[in-house]
C-alpha cells in the first residue's frame, strides 16, 4: 500500500490546482458518475430505507471512479494529489475489518459489520460541543458511566484559564487540558482504559501532537479524529499528524460525509462524495473507522 511519506510528497508536488477549479472539476466528474451509474435515490418517503443492492453496489463503483481518475484536493498546498488504479485498489483490499482499542477491562473491538448481519452495534458518545473548565471532565464522567459505550470524542472550548484561545501555544495548550479532562472523566467513572479520541480545537499538527501523555493524554489505545473536508479535500498539517502516530498505534476518524446542495450536488452525488472520502480516509490519513452519510447543506442531520 502506498506510504504516507509518498502521500505527504505528492501534496508537494502535484498538479498545481486552484480551489475554484477543483470544485467544479469535482462537480463535472460527479455529475458525470452519477449518470453513468444510474444512481437515484427514492422520492417517496416510505422507500428511504434503501434495499436494494444493486444502488449501494453503483454507489461504491462511482466513488472508486472518483479516487481512480480525480484523487483528493490538498487545501493547503492546492495540489492535486492522485493515485493509480493499483494503488486504490490496493488500499481498498487493505482497509481494516476491525479494529482494537482501549485497555485492560475497558478493551473494545470494533468489527466490520456484515451485510443483514445480526451483530450489535458498536456505541460512541460524541461531544463535540463546548463545555466549560468546571463541567468538562463530569460530563465526560457521566457519559463514561454508560457500560455500553465503547470510546468517547472529545469536545470543543472557547477559552481557557481565562484567555481566548487563538494562536499555535493557546491552542496546543487547551488541546492537552481538553484530554487531560477526559482522562480525568474516564477515572471518575471507574474505566480508566476506555479509549478517548482527540476532537480538534484547531487542524493544526501541533494541537494534536501535543496531546500525545501516555499518562494524561492520548495513548497508543486512544484515537484522533483526522477528518476528509468536504469536497474530497485533505490538509497538509493532518498528513504531518498521521505520519507522526501511524506507528504509536492509535486508531483514526473520518467524518465523512457528503454534502447535499454542495458541489457534489443533489443526494445522489453526495452519496458518491461520502464514499470517495472514506477511501481518501484511508489512503491519505490511514483513518480505519468513518462517520458515513449524507447531510444536507441547509438542514439539521442525525446520524
Not at 32 to 39: C, M, R, S, T
Not at 183 to 203: D, F, Q
Not at 209 to 225: C, E, F, H, K, W
Amino acid at each position: 500500500m502506498i506510504s504516507l511519506v509518498e502521500v505527504a510528497d505528492r501534496m508537494r508536488s502535484g498538479t498545481r490546482m486552484g480551489d475554484k477549479e477543483w470544485n467544479m472539476a469535482l462537480f463535472r466528474k460527479i455529475t458525470q458518475l452519477v449518470k453513468e451509474y444510474d444512481i437515484r435515490c427514492p422520492t417517496e418517503t416510505s422507500d428511504w430505507q434503501n434495499t436494494d443492492n444493486s444502488l449501494a453496489d453503483a454507489a461504491w463503483q462511482a466513488a472508486v471512479d472518483f479516487v481512480i481518475d480525480m484523487g483528493c484536493f490538498c487545501l493547503n498546498r492546492e495540489r492535486v494529489v492522485k493515485f493509480t488504479e493499483e494503488e486504490v485498489k490496493t488500499a481498498i483490499r487493505s482497509m481494516e475489518k476491525e479494529v482494537v482499542m482501549g485497555a485492560g477491562k475497558d478493551t473494545r473491538v470494533w468489527k466490520q459489520h456484515q451485510i443483514e448481519g445480526n451483530e450489535l452495534v458498536n456505541f460512541s458518545p460524541g461531544h463535540h460541543a463546548p463545555f466549560t473548565e468546571d463541567l468538562a471532565n463530569l460530563v465526560v464522567q457521566n457519559f463514561a458511566m454508560m457500560p455500553r459505550i465503547d470510546f468517547i470524542e472529545g469536545f470543543n472550548f472557547l477559552e481557557i484559564d481565562g484567555y481566548d484561545i487563538y494562536g499555535i501555544p493557546l491552542e496546543a495548550y487547551a488541546s492537552k487540558r481538553q484530554l487531560a479532562w477526559m482522562r480525568e472523566g474516564i477515572r471518575k467513572a471507574g474505566r480508566p482504559g476506555t479509549a478517548i479520541v482527540n476532537y480538534p480545537i484547531t487542524t493544526a499538527a501541533s494541537s494534536f501532537l501535543s496531546t500525545i501523555d501516555p499518562v494524561a493524554g492520548l495513548r497508543p489505545t486512544d484515537g484522533v479524529l483526522l477528518s476528509v473536508l468536504p469536497d474530497v479535500k485533505v490538509e497538509y498539517d493532518l498528513i504531518t499528524v498521521a505520519i507522526t502516530l501511524q506507528s504509536y498505534g492509535y486508531f483514526g476518524i473520518s467524518g465523512s460525509f457528503g454534502l447535499v446542495g454542495g458541489f457534489a450536488g443533489g443526494p445522489e452525488g453526495a452519496i458518491v462524495e461520502s464514499l470517495a472520502k472514506t477511501i481518501i480516509a484511508w489512503i491519505v490519513y490511514r483513518d480505519n473507522l468513518y462517520y458515513n452519510g449524507v447531510e444536507h447543506l441547509n438542514h439539521v442531520s442525525g446520524v
